[in-house]
């Protein structure tokens, strides 16, 4: 296709930014922004101008005759497309910036204090990053095959544009002649913890067995060497064991039959509290606390073992309180007619799928009520209570007190 009018690469930019919202610009082969097409996005606060971000991601030596995909340490995204025309380069595309999930504003001030030298408004970040388009992975790469399509007419394949965006990272991390470390772990007799140690302790947590965790966590001490994750800090390796022992520790958890959502919340807790620690052996404690933690409360949920269809029930409504959970959308869920499921969740349970359901909103407002500052009118509706009224009955059905006298601190 002959690009040699900029009109017509423009009109089929505007196309593709109607229909994704993504920011496009054109820069023509000195790197000079010719066109850009982003109803006024917002730019990064970090950067003087839109040339200084796009430079810096691609450079001339860029390979542009597919899709170059690239991501900044602010996990923003981009594609870039090069534009030929009579084998001739005039310069490229480049599409952005999106974030492939929606950060919440604990994590980009967190990405931030990870360049704590930079002085910014954090606010403002805040506020740019929040104006980002999101789009997953897939879809994005999928973009970029419709619009090098309209380009070329050339169809091309996804893996390949994996590959081709892949093999520079692959240099990158190349392992640094494993087959020779293991050799010299051997020669000095430094081997690492014994796989059967570690995995008994798993066991003991998917089992709830508290007294078995502490017996193997000695006996794996005594086992081996635990493995180096940085070659420039012990603190930093400790803690790296330490995350990946709380990850093995969370699905060994959930295998066990804690609910997920109380076990991803956990690990994320532990891991961030981690993070605060700032001795070595504090870290090892840190993570043995952790593991016992993930053991006892498997173990308390053990001792109400449900059937499949029932513990499915329980899950969904675990982890949808803020939700109104219908039976018959939980008899859709388990796949079986709703009045035998409410039969048998009372049969199980020993309460009614009603009852069960007010009595975690109840526990849940209690929590609400604890520990946020939010109003007991919003805390009914966001737990979808018809009414403050309704709310306050069914809170004393259960508490035999009313929800302000919960907060007075009356004694249940």
Request: net charge negative; hydrophobic share 40%; with cysteine.
């Amino acid at each position: 296709m002959n690009f040699s009018k900029y009109k017509d690469l423009e009109y089929i930019c505007k196309l593709v930014f109607d229909l994704y919202q993504i920011p496009f610009y054109f820069l023509d082969n000195n790197g000079d922004l010719v066109f850009e097409i982003s109803n006024n996005f917002q730019q990064n606060p970090l950067f003087s101008s839109k040339e200084d971000i796009l430079g810096q991601l691609f450079t001339e030596n860029d390979p542009l005759h597919f899709p170059v995909l690239r991501e900044t340490v602010y996990l923003e995204n981009y594609f870039s497309i090069g534009i030929w025309s009579n084998n001739q380069f005039n310069g490229k595309i480049i599409v952005g910036p999106v974030l492939y999930f929606r950060l919440p504003e604990e994590s980009i001030k967190g990405i931030l204090n990870d360049f704590f030298q930079i002085k910014i408004n954090k606010d403002e970040m805040v506020q740019y990053f929040h104006s980002l388009p999101v789009v997953n992975n897939l879809d994005f790469i999928n973009i970029s095959l419709i619009f090098y399509y309209m380009l070329y007419q050339q169809k091309l394949d996804l893996v390949e544009i994996f590959q081709h965006n892949n093999l520079p990272v692959k240099e990158r991390f190349e392992l640094e002649q494993p087959d020779v470390q293991i050799s010299k772990r051997r020669q000095d007799i430094l081997t690492h913890a014994d796989p059967l140690a570690e995995k008994k302790i798993f066991e003991c947590i998917k089992e709830g067995n508290k007294d078995d965790l502490i017996n193997n966590l000695r006996t794996l001490h005594e086992s081996g060497e635990p493995g180096v994750l940085s070659k420039t800090s012990h603190l930093r390796s400790q803690k790296n064991l330490a995350i990946a022992g709380i990850t093995l520790a969370t699905r060994a958890a959930v295998d066990g039959g804690l609910y997920p959502e109380i076990a991803y919340t956990l690990s994320d807790l532990f891991i961030q509290n981690l993070e605060e620690l700032n001795d070595s052996k504090t870290v090892i404690k840190f993570l043995e606390n952790a593991l016992l933690e993930f053991t006892d409360r498997v173990k308390k949920g053990k001792k109400h073992k449900y059937s499949k269809p029932i513990s499915t029930c329980q899950n969904y409504i675990f982890t949808h309180l803020y939700e109104d959970i219908t039976l018959s959308h939980l008899a859709k869920l388990t796949a079986m007619n709703p009045s035998y499921l409410s039969v048998l969740f009372k049969k199980e349970v020993g309460i009614s799928l009603r009852t069960y359901i007010q009595h975690a909103k109840v526990e849940e407002a209690k929590s609400l009520m604890t520990y946020t500052k939010h109003s007991l009118t919003e805390i009914s509706s966001f737990l979808n209570f018809h009414d403050q009224s309704y709310f306050t009955k069914v809170f004393k059905k259960f508490t035999g007190i009313t929800p302000k006298q919960f907060i007075n601190g009356v004694v249940e």
